[in-house]
C-alpha cells in the first residue's frame, strides 16, 4: 500500500479519492474535516435521495426551523470545488462496494440509523401502531413514506418513549392547524392533521422524570400551545431526597423543575392535553376485533436501587387508537460491510471498520443512535483524523480508477439519474418560493420522480 498523494518517476501526484456515502451531518461533518486537512483530496458524497442533509431534512421536527439553519454550514461545504454531491445513487446496487473500492482510495459510511427498536409485546402490529420513525418519515416529507395513506382518525394516542423524538411527534399531533402552517411540514400532513379528531396524547415513560432523555427546551413548549395543556400526575414524578439529590445533570434538573410546573397548574379547559406519564410500560396493545388498535394495557412500576424499571402488577388500559413506539434507533446493514449485529452498528474500531483498510465510519451508524445534530462533528473529525493519518502514513490502498471521469461513466453505463448539488440547489428555490407564496417557509417536494424534474439549468 502507498499514500496516494506520494510521487514516484513514474506517476504524477494526484489529490486523496474519498467516498461518503451518505449525505446527513456526519457525511457533510467529514467532508469538511477533510477539506480542513493537510493533504489535498477530493470527495464525492453519495446518498440514495436525491435531496441532501438526511436527518436535518426528515428527522428534525417542521417547527424547529432554526435546528435546521445549520444548513447554511452544510451549503458552503458542497459549494467547494472539491466536493461533489451525488443523490439518487444506491450504494449497493447503482455503486457497488467493489466499485468503491476500485474508484477511491478511502471510504465513509456515515448512513445513519434508519430502523427503530420494536417493543416486544402483543399486539405491536396491529393497524394503528407505528413506530415514530414511520409517521416522523410521513410528516417530514420523505419520499419513502410520502405515499402512505395515514388515516389519522385517533382520538387518543399513546407514544412510547421521553425523548426528544417522542415529544415531537406528540406535540405535532397536538398542535392546531395555524401553528403548523408556519412550519414546513409535507402538504398531505398538513391536510390530514387539520380534520385530526385527537383529543389526548400518552406519553409514556417506564422509569421517572429524572431518568428521561429529552431536553428542557422541548419540554416547555407543551405549556406554550394554543389549543392543548400538559397534564402531569404529581405521585409519578416524586422524588425522595436521595433520589433528587443524586441528579447532577443540569438538564434534567430542570426537566424535573417544568414537570413540577405542569403539575401545579390548574386545567385550563383547552380542546387537547398532553398527558406525561412516568413509571410505567405498556404490557399488550389491544385488539377491537378487526384487527384495529383499541387500547394500550400498562403496568405501573417501581425503581429498584440500581434506577431499573420494576413492574409492581398494577395495571389500567389507557384508550387509544393509535401507538406510536419512540423507543430508539437501529442502524441497517450495508452490502458487503462488516456489521456488529448487537449494536446494531458497522463493525469498527474507533471508526476504523474492522478488517477493511481504508474503510471508515462516523455518526450513528458508528457509535449508535445517541447525541444532537452538532454531536457529530467530533465523531466525524475524529474518524477523519484516523484516514488522514492513514494517508500520510501509506496505509491506504490506492485505487486504480481514482479520477471523477471513471465515476461518471461508471453511473453513466449503468443508467444512474444523478441528482447533482446545483439540481438539488435549483428544487430547494422551488420549494421556498411556492411555500412563500403560500405564507409557508417552505412547500416540500415529496415524491422522487417530482424530484427529479427539477434541474439547474
Not at 162 to 184: F, M, Q, W, Y
Not at 199 to 209: A, F, N, Q, S
Not at 276 to 288: A, K, N, Q, T, Y
Request: with cysteine; aromatic share 6%; net charge negative.
Amino acid at each position: 500500500m502507498t499514500s496516494p498523494t506520494s510521487t514516484d518517476s513514474s506517476t504524477e501526484p494526484r489529490p486523496l479519492r474519498v467516498a461518503v456515502i451518505g449525505s446527513g451531518p456526519s457525511g457533510i461533518y467529514a467532508a469538511e474535516a477533510i477539506l480542513k486537512g493537510d493533504l489535498p483530496a477530493e470527495i464525492d458524497v453519495f446518498d440514495r435521495l436525491p435531496t441532501p442533509y438526511g436527518l436535518v431534512r426528515y428527522g428534525v421536527a417542521p417547527d424547529h426551523l432554526t435546528i435546521k439553519s445549520v444548513t447554511k454550514g452544510f451549503e458552503k461545504t458542497f459549494q467547494d470545488p472539491r466536493v461533489r454531491f451525488l443523490g439518487n445513487v444506491e450504494f449497493g446496487t447503482d455503486l457497488t462496494h467493489a466499485d468503491v473500492k476500485a474508484h477511491y482510495d478511502a471510504v465513509v459510511y456515515t448512513v445513519g440509523a434508519s430502523s427503530d427498536r420494536r417493543l416486544g409485546i402483543p399486539g405491536e402490529d396491529l393497524r394503528g401502531s407505528m413506530s415514530a420513525t414511520e409517521f416522523v418519515a410521513w410528516y417530514n416529507g420523505h419520499p419513502d413514506a410520502a405515499a402512505r395513506e395515514m388515516v389519522l382518525t385517533a382520538q387518543g394516542v399513546a407514544v412510547v418513549g421521553v425523548g426528544n423524538v417522542a415529544l415531537d411527534v406528540a406535540r405535532i399531533l397536538v398542535k392546531t392547524p395555524e401553528e403548523l402552517h408556519g412550519s414546513d411540514i409535507a402538504a398531505h400532513a398538513l391536510s390530514a392533521l387539520e380534520h385530526s379528531p385527537v383529543k389526548d396524547v400518552w406519553i409514556l415513560g417506564r422509569r421517572g422524570p429524572a431518568q428521561a432523555a429529552f431536553t428542557t427546551k422541548e419540554l416547555r413548549e407543551f405549556g406554550e400551545l394554543d389549543a392543548s395543556e400538559p397534564v402531569v400526575n404529581p405521585a409519578e414524578i416524586a422524588l425522595t431526597e436521595a433520589e433528587e439529590a443524586a441528579i447532577t445533570d443540569n438538564v434534567k434538573k430542570k426537566n424535573v423543575e417544568v414537570l413540577r410546573d405542569f403539575a401545579a397548574r390548574e386545567p385550563e379547559g383547552k380542546d387537547r392535553r398532553v398527558h406525561l406519564r412516568f413509571l410505567v410500560s405498556p404490557v399488550e396493545i389491544l385488539d377491537d376485533g378487526q384487527g384495529n388498535v383499541a387500547g394500550v394495557r400498562v403496568e405501573r412500576n417501581r425503581l429498584d436501587e440500581r434506577g431499573n424499571a420494576v413492574g409492581t402488577g398494577e395495571y389500567e388500559t389507557l384508550p387509544v387508537q393509535m401507538v406510536l413506539r419512540s423507543v430508539g434507533y437501529r442502524g441497517v446493514a450495508l452490502p458487503d460491510v462488516p456489521f456488529d449485529e448487537k449494536r446494531g452498528v458497522i463493525a469498527n474500531t474507533d471508526g476504523r471498520v474492522d478488517g477493511r483498510p481504508g474503510e471508515y465510519t462516523a455518526g450513528w451508524i458508528k457509535r449508535g443512535p445517541s447525541g444532537v445534530v452538532g454531536t457529530n462533528r467530533k465523531c466525524a473529525a475524529d474518524t477523519v483524523a484516523l484516514l488522514l493519518q492513514d494517508a500520510r502514513d501509506g496505509r491506504l490502498p490506492t485505487a486504480p480508477h481514482a479520477t471523477r471521469a471513471d465515476v461518471d461513466a461508471l453511473l453513466r453505463a449503468r443508467g444512474v439519474d444523478v441528482y447533482t448539488f446545483a439540481d438539488w440547489q435549483a428544487m430547494d428555490a422551488h420549494e421556498v418560493s411556492t411555500g412563500q407564496a403560500q405564507g409557508r417557509p417552505r412547500a416540500k417536494v415529496v415524491h422522487r420522480e417530482e424530484m427529479l424534474t427539477h434541474r439547474a439549468k
